[in-house]
């Protein structure tokens, strides 16, 4: 039951290859988040999930990047083509949000994406 | 849009001393939550504390307390007692009650405890 895993930790990709990234969250969490982390800088947001609807895409960089998540549990992360500019960690979260108060995020170890 | 605000990019301090490290926000919204995460080497972002902004009482988990300013909408973080596991960035981050319940992170502070 442990925590948030990622799968890759590591993706060394070429210059317009496809990448999935995996996150698996805790048991039971409804609410899962996706940020991007460029070298020394600070958490970008890029989607959050209730249950497998995205009610926020608002931060996906653009077409090229897309999400989904199945059976209120796995979610994966594509880039399409990637780009040198995409290479960053890519970190995953989870939490309970039973309701509004309790909603303290849960991260995974993150997946470092670098694109040649 | 709410913005959150980490103007010391780096901090450092003498290991048993107190630290603090500041955050400011900005919203319209009267009800929403704080964060304190602490990123290590590792790479693994840990909760360090949560503030309610609706509770007027500053959070507190061990070493670590809150100095929660609403009307100044301000976060701060005091580090009591620094060890040198305390090494990591910080982040500050703020979450709406209303809407999607996305969180905004400021850019960090990469505290560094010296021996």
């Known amino acids: 039951g442990a925590g948030v895993s990622q799968s890759p930790s590591n993706k060394v990709t070429e210059k317009g290859k496809d990448v999935e990234l995996r996150c698996d969250p805790i048991?039971?969490?409804?609410?899962l988040y996706w940020y991007r982390q460029r070298l020394g800088q600070g958490l970008e947001f890029l989607i959050y999930?209730?249950?497998?609807?995205?009610?926020?895409k608002s931060g996906l960089p653009s077409d090229r990047f897309s999400a989904e998540r199945t059976g209120e549990s796995v979610s994966t992360l594509t880039i399409q083509r990637t780009q040198q500019e995409d290479s960053a960690v890519y970190l995953c979260?989870?939490?309970?949000?039973?309701?509004?108060?309790?909603?303290?995020?849960?991260f995974g170890p993150g997946t470092r994406l670098t694109v040649l | 849009a709410q913005t959150v605000t980490q103007s010391q990019p780096e901090m450092s301090v003498q290991e048993a001393e107190t630290v603090t490290l500041s955050c400011t926000y900005d919203?319209?919204?009267?009800?929403?939550?704080l964060f304190w995460y602490k990123q290590p080497p590792s790479r693994q972002m840990i909760l360090v504390i949560r503030?309610?902004?609706?509770?007027?009482q500053n959070a507190t988990e061990n070493r670590f307390s809150v100095n929660f300013q609403k009307a100044a909408k301000s976060f701060s973080l005091k580090i009591s007692d620094s060890q040198l596991g305390d090494t990591a960035m910080y982040f500050c981050?703020?979450?709406?009650?209303?809407?999607?319940?996305?969180?905004?992170f400021g850019t960090g502070t990469r505290l560094k405890v010296l021996a």
């Open positions: 979260a989870s939490s309970a949000l039973y309701w509004a108060g309790e909603d303290t995020q849960y």
């Open positions: 048991s039971g969490h409804t609410a």
């Open positions: 999930f209730q249950g497998n609807s995205a009610p926020d």
């Open positions: 919203t319209s919204e009267n009800n929403y939550y």
């Open positions: 503030q309610e902004a609706y509770k007027q």
């Open positions: 981050a703020f979450r709406t009650t209303s809407g999607t319940y996305k969180y905004i």
